[in-house]
């Protein structure tokens, strides 16, 4: 199987996690898209009754587009289950997100769910974090002067750009910081360091936050419990 035949088996594993009544936190990318797919179907087909709460403009309108009822995460008073990716996950199952410049809204609705799923092809499990580049969500208004200081810190950073050269804008319409830092030896301090730089809005280190992971491999899906 090819990377995307791996993204498609498990989101359509994840799937079958998702129980009638269900309030769904719907993440973002290319193998969140083969989970919303499959969702559609069961909706069409067994008419289950959920409402997913999207964490991008792109998601929600996937999933409306399959007849899934969206709300958004002010508009729910719960959420049972948020299924999104990941760029990279360590064996202690920490992560790195943001590849799809979606990681402010995918940590709001994370950490507003009971349970947190993360799927993924077997080739983002990793040793250590870092080598996938961090992205950090920044307000326009003094990101040269954030960037400057993360330069200066060692951090190597770098703006996210279009092809044609304009800064990759968030849904909230910010920035886009990798940082291109190789490994990252101790995330928890890393992320404290730059949560607390002004400016930042959110950084991409998912940290102690998921309890399943389902890690596509050639022998089939692997579901692993990180976290009860
Ligand atoms: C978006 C994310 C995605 O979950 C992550 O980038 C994985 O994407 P894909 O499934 O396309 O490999 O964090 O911000």
């Given at each position: 199987m090819d990377q995307n035949e791996l993204k498609k088996l498990v989101g359509e594993e994840a799937v079958k996690f998702i129980e009638d009544g269900m309030t769904v936190g719907l993440g973002t990318g290319s193998t969140v898209k083969f989970m919303v797919d499959a969702l559609g179907e069961r909706v069409k087909k067994e008419g289950l009754n959920i409402v997913g709460v999207p964490t991008s403009d792109r998601t929600a309108e996937q999933a409306r587009s399959l007849g899934i009822t969206v709300k958004s995460v002010?508009?729910?008073?719960?959420?049972d289950l948020t299924i999104d990716g990941a760029d990279e996950i360590s064996t202690d199952f920490q992560g790195i997100k943001g590849g799809g410049a979606a990681h402010l809204f995918e940590k709001i609705v994370a950490t507003n769910s009971t349970k947190v799923m993360w799927i993924v092809d077997e080739?983002?499990?990793?040793?250590?974090?870092?080598a996938f580049p961090l992205p950090l969500e920044v307000i326009p208004y003094g990101s040269q002067q954030v960037f400057n200081k993360l330069e200066k810190e060692g951090l190597h950073p770098e703006f996210r750009m279009t092809e044609d050269g304009q800064h990759v804008l968030t849904d909230s319409k910010n920035y886009v910081i990798d940082l291109?830092?190789?490994?990252?030896?101790?995330p928890h301090e890393l992320a404290d360091y730059l949560i607390k730089q002004v400016g930042i809005v959110e950084q991409g280190l998912f940290l102690d936050m998921v309890n399943t992971v389902i890690v596509g491999r050639q022998n089939g899906p692997e579901v692993l419990t990180a976290r009860p």
């Amino acid at each position: 199987m090819d990377q995307n035949e791996l993204k498609k088996l498990v989101g359509e594993e994840a799937v079958k996690f998702i129980e009638d009544g269900m309030t769904v936190g719907l993440g973002t990318g290319s193998t969140v898209k083969f989970m919303v797919d499959a969702l559609g179907e069961r909706v069409k087909k067994e008419g289950l009754n959920i409402v997913g709460v999207p964490t991008s403009d792109r998601t929600a309108e996937q999933a409306r587009s399959l007849g899934i009822t969206v709300k958004s995460v002010d508009e729910v008073d719960h959420i049972d289950l948020t299924i999104d990716g990941a760029d990279e996950i360590s064996t202690d199952f920490q992560g790195i997100k943001g590849g799809g410049a979606a990681h402010l809204f995918e940590k709001i609705v994370a950490t507003n769910s009971t349970k947190v799923m993360w799927i993924v092809d077997e080739s983002k499990m990793v040793d250590q974090l870092g080598a996938f580049p961090l992205p950090l969500e920044v307000i326009p208004y003094g990101s040269q002067q954030v960037f400057n200081k993360l330069e200066k810190e060692g951090l190597h950073p770098e703006f996210r750009m279009t092809e044609d050269g304009q800064h990759v804008l968030t849904d909230s319409k910010n920035y886009v910081i990798d940082l291109h830092l190789g490994e990252i030896k101790n995330p928890h301090e890393l992320a404290d360091y730059l949560i607390k730089q002004v400016g930042i809005v959110e950084q991409g280190l998912f940290l102690d936050m998921v309890n399943t992971v389902i890690v596509g491999r050639q022998n089939g899906p692997e579901v692993l419990t990180a976290r009860p």
